[in-house]
C-alpha cells in the first residue's frame, strides 16, 4: 500500500511539472501608441479587446500580431516580436505604434504662380500641390495673384485622391479611387439621414392675472412621442450642383401616445400631442472642426384635448401652434462625435383654441436645443440624443363679461429625444 501512495504521488509531480514545461513562456510587453487611447485587440479581434493605449499586456514569447483602432485614424496592424524575458528582475519590453490620421487627399491640378488656398475659410500650406483633409464636405478656394477666385465645393473621403483641376472658367472635380481602404465611403457624399427615436416631454402652462375661474393652470410630466426626422441632401446626386451641397431639407414629426388628463376633482380628457416640421438648413464650415448652421421653415406644435363638451376640455389650454421659425445652430466635431447648441425665434401665425377663447390674443415663440450624435458602423448608422425648449409667451385682451379673461399666459414645452438614423 504505501508502495503504491509513493507511485501515485511521482505520477502527480511529473504531471505539474510537465504541464508547467508545456506553458509558452510569456513576458509583460508595454504597448503605447501616438496618439494614446486606442484599443488594442491580440490576434484575433473576434476574441476581444484588450485594453486601451498605454497597457500593459502579459504575451507569449515569439511572434504577435497586435491591432490597434482609434476614431479618426488608420486601423494599425503590426507584427511584434516578443523577446524572452532575462535576468531574475526583467523590465517590460516597450512597443510603440504610431497612429495615421484618417484623411484624404486632395491633389490640385493646374495652380498657378502665387495663388493661395483657402479650405473652409482658413488658409492651409500646399506642399507639392498636395492637402490632406478630414472626410467630409469642404469649401476649397484658390485665389490666383490676379485676384481671379476659383471656389468649388468638394467631397472628401478615407482612402481617395480627390484631384481638383483649376480652371478659373470652368472649375472641373475628377475622383480618383485609392486602393481599398476599410473606412472607405464608395467615392460619394452622403445623400441623407433618416432617423426614428424616442421622445419624453414635458409641459407647463400658466395664465397671467386670471379674472375668470374657468382658467385652469396645466401640467404633464414624461410624456412619451414617437419621432421621426430626416435630412435629405437630393442635389449632391448631381455633379453640375456642387454650389448646393452645403443645403439640406429637414422633416420631421412626432406622434404622441394616449394620455388622459385628470383634474383634482376627476373630471377627465383625452390628450393629444402631435409636432410637424419642415424646412431648409445651411451650413457654413468655419473651421475643420466648427459650423453654423442656419435654418427657416414651418412647424406645427398640436397639444389638444377631447371630451365631453361643458366639462374639463372646456378650461384646460387647448393649443395648436403653427408657426414660422428661424434658427441658427453651432456645431463642433469631438473626434468622431458632433455636438451642438442652437436658439430659434418662432413667429406664431396661429395659436387654437385658446386664441379663439379671448377678445384678443396674441403669441411669441422662442426655443433653444443642445444635443449631439456619433457615426457608428462606418458612418452608416448615427446615434443622437438632443434635448429641446419651447417657450410661448401670450398676450390677452379682455372686456368685462367675457367668459375669459385674463392678461396673458406662459406654455413651456421641453423634451429629451434618443433617436438612431440610418446615412445613404
Known sequence: ????????????????????????????????????GATVYVGDKAKGA??????????????????????????????????KAKGRRPTPQRVAIPLDKAVG??????????????????EVSFLDNRVELEPGAHELVVTAADKRRFDQWIEVSIGEDTVVKVNFEEPVVVVKPAKPHPHKRGGRPWYGTVAAGYEIGWRKFRYDSPQTTNLRPFDARGVGLLALSAE????????????????????????????????????TA??????????????????????????????????????????LVDEIPDVDYETVRAALRAMIH?????????????????????????????????GARLGGELPVAKGKVVLRLDGTFERYGWTFQS??????????????????????????
Open 334 to 366: 469631438a473626434g468622431p462625435a458632433r455636438v451642438w447648441v442652437g436658439v430659434e425665434n418662432r413667429i406664431v401665425i396661429s395659436g387654437g383654441v385658446v386664441q379663439d377663447r379671448f377678445t384678443g390674443a396674441k403669441a411669441q415663440g422662442l
Open 270 to 311: 383625452d390628450t393629444y400631442w402631435r409636432t410637424t416640421e419642415a424646412g431648409l438648413r445651411w451650413r457654413w464650415n468655419v473651421t475643420h472642426t466648427a459650423a453654423l448652421d442656419f435654418e427657416a421653415g414651418w412647424a406645427r406644435l398640436l397639444y389638444a384635448f377631447r371630451g365631453a363638451d361643458g366639462g
Open 50 to 83: 484588450r485594453g486601451t493605449t498605454p497597457v500593459q499586456l502579459d504575451l507569449p514569447v515569439g511572434e504577435v500580431t497586435l491591432i490597434l483602432e482609434l476614431d479618426g485614424y488608420v486601423t494599425a496592424t503590426e507584427s511584434v516580436t516578443v523577446e
Open 1 to 36: 500500500m504505501p508502495r503504491i501512495v509513493r507511485l501515485a504521488a511521482v505520477a502527480v509531480v511529473l504531471a505539474v511539472l510537465g504541464g508547467v514545461a508545456a506553458a509558452a513562456p510569456k513576458r509583460k510587453v508595454k504597448i503605447e501608441s501616438d496618439p494614446p
Open 232 to 267: 435629405l441632401h437630393p442635389w449632391r446626386a448631381s455633379p453640375s450642383a456642387h454650389g448646393l451641397w452645403p443645403l439640406s431639407i429637414v422633416v420631421g414629426y412626432g406622434l404622441g401616445l394616449p394620455v388622459v388628463a385628470t383634474s383634482p376633482t376627476g373630471d
Open 105 to 122: 487627399v486632395v491633389r490640385l491640378r493646374g495652380m498657378p504662380e502665387g495663388a493661395t488656398v483657402t479650405v473652409d475659410g482658413n
Open 399 to 424: 372686456k368685462a363679461g367675457d367668459t375669459f379673461n385674463a392678461a396673458g399666459a406662459t406654455d413651456l414645452v421641453w423634451g429629451l429625444t434618443g433617436s438612431i438614423g440610418v446615412a445613404y
